[in-house]
């Protein structure tokens, strides 16, 4: 819970200094693209792939600026999720979901309490977030989220879902994810990001898949909100198989490219590709096909001491929990066979960690989009 309110902080500094950041060689944007692919062999076995494209700014990610304001000035509102995920909750079937989240009164005592307070501070919202996303859905039950151990094992906190959530449900009849990625993205995203390809383009191609789902989410922090449109495919009991990991087959592309969104600038961290593996032994990333790039701790997380490269960074490269981050660096696009990794065998022989500290304001930049990124990768969305 910590680590992710610590990594919303630095977010706030992030948007506090982007005007000072554009005056730089390296520039960043408010706007971020993340591919990311979870390989459960430790509790579902599932391998999960996604595209989530977000944003803190309501010019990217277009909701009603009286809406997020209302959101974030109410204070007892930790998100609000919409999606067709199925069973997005307990007891809903065949059905799409909005979901408000509520953070809890501790002068509610019982059940009861809790669910009339909770129904009650949601119903001043839905109405606006029905009419912003051009949905009908009606209230069905109030749910009290109990733990959930995926969330545990990949160290999300409760915003989203997990132990003590309080969650007003309102459902609508289920929409074909095709068609409800593209309704809800020409909604959402401004036509100079939807045209400018990018992983928008592999998210709108992933949205045909069987097993396709969308989700999209509202979090308030701070004085602003973190915007996210997320589209995700489950690959169901196939993660226990999995030794060589090849991150675009599973996106189901030959090649990963930037939005062209960031061309006017130099923009290394606002496109990443992001690899989770949980396993329920210890276990190593090996054979790596690519480039490995150098990098430094910097308050425990691993920060990259060369963005003008493309390469991955694993923190950590062993135990159950393996991270890798892949940056573009200068690159436009990666070929499939460039990320390419595998599970097990020889150890990594990494570059040398760098001992000096560059205290300039680009190693803050990093450190701050890191954490934007960070975040975008525990918000999977609602599980059941």
Not at 39 to 47: A, C, E, L, P
């Amino acid at each position: 819970m910590q680590k992710i309110w610590f990594l919303f902080g630095l977010i706030g500094v992030l948007i506090g200094m982007t005007g000072y950041a554009y005056s730089q060689e390296t520039s960043l944007a408010t706007f971020q693209e993340t591919a990311q692919i979870i390989i459960d062999k430790s509790i579902s076995q599932n391998v999960t792939a996604s595209i989530a494209l977000q944003s803190t700014s309501i010019q990217e990610i277009q909701i009603p600026a009286e809406l997020e304001q209302k959101i974030r000035e109410d204070r007892r509102i930790t998100a609000i999720v919409v999606t067709n995920e199925n069973h997005c909750i307990l007891g809903v079937f065949d059905e799409s979901c909005i979901i408000i989240n509520v953070a809890r009164d501790p002068e509610d005592k019982g059940i009861l309490a809790i669910q009339n307070t909770t129904k009650r501070v949601a119903s001043l919202f839905i109405d606006d977030v029905n009419q912003a996303l051009d949905t009908e859905a009606k209230f069905h039950s109030v749910f009290i989220q109990s733990e959930d151990e995926t969330s545990k094992a990949l160290e999300t906190s409760g915003t989203i879902s997990g132990k003590g959530t309080v969650s007003a449900v309102y459902t609508m009849p289920m929409e074909d994810t095709a068609s409800m990625y593209e309704k809800i993205s020409a909604l959402l995203l401004p036509r100079e990001i939807r045209d400018r390809g990018g992983f928008y383009d592999i998210a709108k191609n992933l949205s045909k898949e069987e097993n396709a789902k969308i989700t999209f989410s509202i979090i308030p922090i701070e004085n602003k909100s973190l915007l996210q449109l997320k589209l995700s495919v489950d690959y169901p009991n196939t993660a226990s198989s999995i030794n060589e990991i090849s991150p675009l087959e599973l996106l189901k592309t030959n090649e990963l490219k930037r939005s062209e969104y960031f061309s006017s600038g130099f923009y290394p961290l606002n496109s990443i590709l992001q690899v989770v593996v949980l396993s329920p032994e210890s276990t190593n990333v090996s054979d790596v096909r690519g480039n490995i790039i150098p990098s430094q701790l910097v308050d425990g997380e691993k920060i990259p001491t060369e963005i003008t490269k493309e390469g991955w960074i694993f923190d950590p490269e062993q135990g159950k929990r393996i991270q890798g981050k892949f940056i573009f660096g200068e690159r436009k696009s990666i070929d499939k066979n460039e990320l390419i990794f595998s599970l097990g065998g020889s150890q990594l022989s990494t570059p040398k960690i760098e001992t000096s500290f560059d205290e300039s304001i680009v190693i803050v930049i990093i450190i701050s989009v890191i954490a934007i990124g960070a975040a975008i990768y525990y918000l999977k969305g609602y599980r059941k």
